[in-house]
């Protein structure tokens, strides 16, 4: 029998948190002689082919990695030179002055980056940069999912990477792991260790990327309205890319009320607005993917780190902050500070409370500081759901007026004690400027789900060109999904409870919130001996994890894939 | 049991092919992948060593580059390969591909079964595995898609017309598999760590993956190449690309992109049903 695999340090998951770190923690190899061997396991067959995300960001931690990223070949689309905060009504689009424009949209200066080609970069380098090293090995494995975490006693011991029945051929065993994923499998950490006591609070963010015929390097805009006005906590984005390629995209947070947010819908209808089809004028779609995006900040941080033998990175440990709309510098900084902590510990072989050391150096820096000043941002919302629910729909109806100013006017005056108090309540949440730690408890997203609830109708544009307009199938191809034989990746843990659901649904006339809210038609109804029953297509799926987090019975789970299946996100 | 899988490196069918000015196909601009039809091969080769045990070896034979295949098959599992490569190779047909590979199964030593692939997608003679048998003067059993090994003979079902056909031979022999066989299973975790070692360390690269020449193998070169192939490319024809005008009827009701579509006249009338 051979003996097991083995490596000092495993990598779940080739994210920029992990790559980053990978990267650091060579560099300090380089000059120490510590002798290390690192395996770096990444679902995607090929490294970015899962990535999707905005991308802007601020390059100080990059810079930290890379003091020549501007010159060394690392992609950049380009570097933010006007930033728009805008409010959409159904056909016109109201520029917020920059002066009242909140600090953490004033996106001046950042990078532009496609995130799956820098997360190519990335793992590319990362290689060139082990061959010149004789004391680190480095072996990389696109292509190969972590499935399962291995345990020695309470200690991780490493994953479980395919199913061919011998363990011993499929473990990969380390000294420790770090969990870089977006939650596939850091779940199973956070669970079984009950890490997370108030629970994560996730978005769907969906995005498409156009070549266009107008140079839009370096513009970008943040749009709210238009055209989710149902109260969902939601916003919209358009970025100048290089090349005349331009990124469209919504997020919409799954702690919503609607049981029917059709993600890829809305951004069909965001597409329509005049404003964006004179964007898109003359131009092609490249690609289309979605991705689930961590928001609860703060609030959702677990209550460790990491446990014996593990520690968790970026998404996994949820440091983006939804005030600023950051994550991407923060997911490199945990890499970062992990790096060097994991150099220090693989030298002095102690890994004693390396968790919390690790929680220790986050939560000083700048992570902890920017995500507990922008605590009380989702509860602002949260507590006063009128904000979205009626104010803003109001100001989107008056910016079609054509006097946004009024309309925000008018609506203050119609009970104006009420809703100035409500209003400056909020305003000091979202701003930082209501202190107090009292923990503010959120609930899971499924749970805030009404199947009674209704949407209020949407003017949705009708110049819009139609082939700008995808139907969800058709969105499906520009995400290029390919499967292997025999996938099943999604488990529907009980077909009772999936007949249940659409028995309510079908009563108030309305698809389930997995039908709904994929972003890629993988969920069905099938009609079995005048039974129905769910089903699903699932060569059409995108793994954006939507229909997990959505399910009202936790009915669903999305497991990583095998053999390098799934989309491939190259480009977005 | 000692296990041979024959694969060869071919154009990738995905991309254009260069054709050289003498009709050959310039390998070197190509695209390469491993030859789909090898994939049964090295699966049927990795399937016996997991029922009867032993060690597998895959053959190549080819430019440098071709050592990209012999990696992929590391990758699958297998334990040590050889690569021969040689100039003088050139242009080789069937005839002095079979007797070079003969040569270096020979050279390889002693062996139990030789797997290869039914045909290639570039030559698609589906000669090769059989030559190969008559020089190595062993039974072969061709179309083969499932086997298993009974004593010192191999018990073999065929791919027939109409049907198939079990046949029993003795070892050795060769056996080029049918691609109604088992598909090939993904990559190990193991191989894929195995490659990114070799890769890193030369010494057990020259160890595992032994690049050979004629010379090594003691072919005789004038039996090789343009030199030993009777096959005579008379002629090599071009298939034009017909590059055709293609609409895309999108972005209407259905029954609008019907009747534009035969508006368009261009579905012949009489299969057209309304």
Redesign the interface.
Known sequence: M?PP?RYDLLLVGGSASNLILAHRLLDLAAKSGLPLTV?LVEKSAQFGAHIVSGALTKTHILEKVFPDFKTNGFPIEGYVTHSHLSVLGSEERWDLPHAIVPKGFRKEGHAILTLSHAIRWLAEQLQVKA?ALTNV?L???P??AAQEILYAGERVAGVR??A?GDVS??A?FAELTCFGDKGFLSKDLVERFALRPNPQLWSVGIKEVWEVDLDCQGVVWHTLGYPILDGTFSGGFVYGLGHKKLAIGLVISLDSKNPNLNPQLRLQQFKAHPWIQELIQGGRLLKYGAAVIPEGGYYSLPTRFGVEGALLLGDALGVLDAASLSGLDKSMETGYIAAELLHGAFVDRNFEDLAERYKRAVMDGFIGQELYASRHFRRAFLENDRLLGEYLPAVCQSVDQGHPWLGSLKFGLGKPIQRSTETFQALGLILGRISGDKLFRYTPCHENIEPAFTQPAVAVSTQA???T?LSRPDAVFFAAPRY??GNRHIEEFDPQTCRRCIAIYDRLGKPTPCIADCTAEVHRIDEAGGVRVHGMSLENCIQCRTCEIVCPSVNLRVNPT??GSGPDFYGL | MKIFVLIKQVPDQGAKAGINPDGTIDRAKAKRMLNPFDRYALEAALHARRLYGGTVTAISMGPPPAIEILYEAIAHGVDQAILLSDRRLAASDTLATAYALYCTVRYAGAFDLVFCGLQTTDGDTAQVGPQLAERLQVPQITYCEKFEIDHSEIVARRVIEGGSQTVRCPLPAVVTVANSAP?L??????G??RV??LQ?DEAERSRVIRTVNLDDIGADPVRCGLKGSPTIVAATEKVGEIGGNCTLY???PLQQLVDDVLAAQVIAPELVKR
Request: proline content about 3%.
């Open positions: 051979s695999i395996a061959k090995v072996d990389v494995f292509g190969f990477v395919s061919s051929e499929d990969i060109r139609p082939e307009i292997h034989e095998y053999e | 598909r299973a993904y990559k190990t975790l193991r894929a760590r990114q070692q890193r999108q972005g209407k």
